[in-house]
């Protein structure tokens, strides 16, 4: 059974940072995209930023330049870097790891970005 465990939300000022994780057990883990989608009160869950195991990454338009996705396949974790915060960033972050045909989900970690 797959988990996926986050960590690292809170409350933050705006121009603010964080880095979130998310540490995946329970598969074989080797070949897998994993990355980051949030949902915001009211709004679809969307897209953040994934990465392969392979290293390749992709990131929605609004948080290039200030989002990094980086993974540590010895670990099993994914992290998420968030500098210059915005409120608009205000949002329940999920990790997601797919594995064909299957992806999972972690339960979530809140980021709050406000002054």
């Known amino acids: 059974q797959v988990q996926l465990v986050e960590s690292g939300g809170g409350l933050v000022q705006p121009g603010g940072s964080l880095r979130l994780s998310c540490a995946a057990s329970?598969?074989?883990?080797?070949?897998?995209?994993m990355g980051w989608y949030r949902q915001a009160p009211g709004k679809q869950r969307e897209l953040v930023a994934t990465i392969t195991s392979a290293g390749s990454t992709n990131a929605a338009d609004s948080v290039k330049g200030r989002f990094t996705i980086s993974r540590d396949n010895a670990k099993n974790t994914v992290y998420l870097q968030m500098n210059s915060l915005k409120p608009e960033d205000t949002a329940v972050y999920y990790c997601m790891m797919a594995q064909s045909p299957y992806v999972y989900w972690g339960q979530g970690t809140r980021v709050t970005v406000s002054s």
């Open positions: 329970g598969s074989s883990l080797s070949i897998n995209r």
